[in-house]
């Protein structure tokens, strides 16, 4: 097993495009964060599964972001018509179960122009 | 490469001495916290981690410590090198199952 992989590692769209992230977790991890990350701050939680259903969003996801895993495998993120405050690093995690040890994959770092 | 943070606390240290970075956090519920570490341009790493139930935990060449009492987690590196230079993140969960992370240290180690 390789981590968590993430894709695309970079992503530049113009503003008001739709982008479709992609997240693999580690094989078994039951449970999948997405986090975004601006320079100068800590990740902040955007959302999480536990398999397939989606148990928490945060309010920083407003109604343009949608994220699915739809077999409790993988997951997509979806930013629909970006915006220039769009423009952060969108971090994937996985975790066996609840407060355990959570690790992330390298990033999609997304610009809006 | 990518900067994590501009205008994130820093700290500077000879390689071979050893390091202390601190952490406050503000929620009295939380009961399982997380150090990592993040290299420029890439996802935060893993590093160590400690339960409420515990005040110290040891891992290779680091020590977490947890005061309950003022909320305070701190990580040592003991000998540091070159490869230790990145930015360090406290994360905390309580309950909510979601990690709430700080703002993060960088830390310099110095040739």
């Known amino acids: 097993d390789t981590g968590v992989s993430q894709n695309p590692r970079h992503k530049i769209t113009k503003r008001g495009q739709n982008v479709t992230f992609r997240c693999d977790p580690i094989?078994?991890?039951?449970?999948l964060y997405w986090y975004r990350q601006t320079l100068g701050q800590g990740p902040e939680f955007l959302t999480y599964?536990?398999?397939?259903?989606?148990?928490?969003k945060s309010r920083l996801l407003s109604d343009r972001f949608s994220a699915e895993r739809p077999k409790g495998s993988f997951s997509t993120l979806e930013i629909q018509r970006t915006e220039q405050g769009d423009s952060a690093m969108y971090l994937c995690?996985?975790?066996?179960?609840?407060?355990?040890?959570?690790?992330f994959g390298q990033g999609t770092r997304l610009t809006v122009v | 490469g990518e900067s994590v943070g501009l205008h994130l606390p820093t700290l500077s240290v000879q390689e071979g001495d050893n390091s202390i970075i601190n952490c406050a956090y503000s929620?009295?519920?939380?009961?399982?916290f997380i150090w990592y570490k993040q290299e420029s341009g890439k996802g935060p790493q893993f590093i160590i981690d400690?339960?409420?139930?515990?005040d110290k935990r040891q891992g290779q060449r680091v020590t977490v410590l947890l005061n309950k009492t003022v909320k305070h987690l701190s990580l040592q590196i003991a000998a540091t090198q070159p490869g230790d230079s990145a930015v360090y993140f406290c994360?905390?969960?309580?309950?909510?199952?979601?990690?709430?992370f700080g703002t993060g240290t960088r830390l310099t180690i110095i040739p």
């Open positions: 400690i339960r409420s139930n515990m």
């Open positions: 995690a996985s975790s066996p179960n609840m407060n355990t040890e959570a690790f």
């Open positions: 599964f536990q398999n397939e259903a989606q148990l928490e």
């Open positions: 929620n009295s519920a939380s009961d399982y």
């Open positions: 994360a905390e969960s309580g309950g909510n199952e979601k990690l709430t």
């Open positions: 094989s078994e991890h039951n449970r």
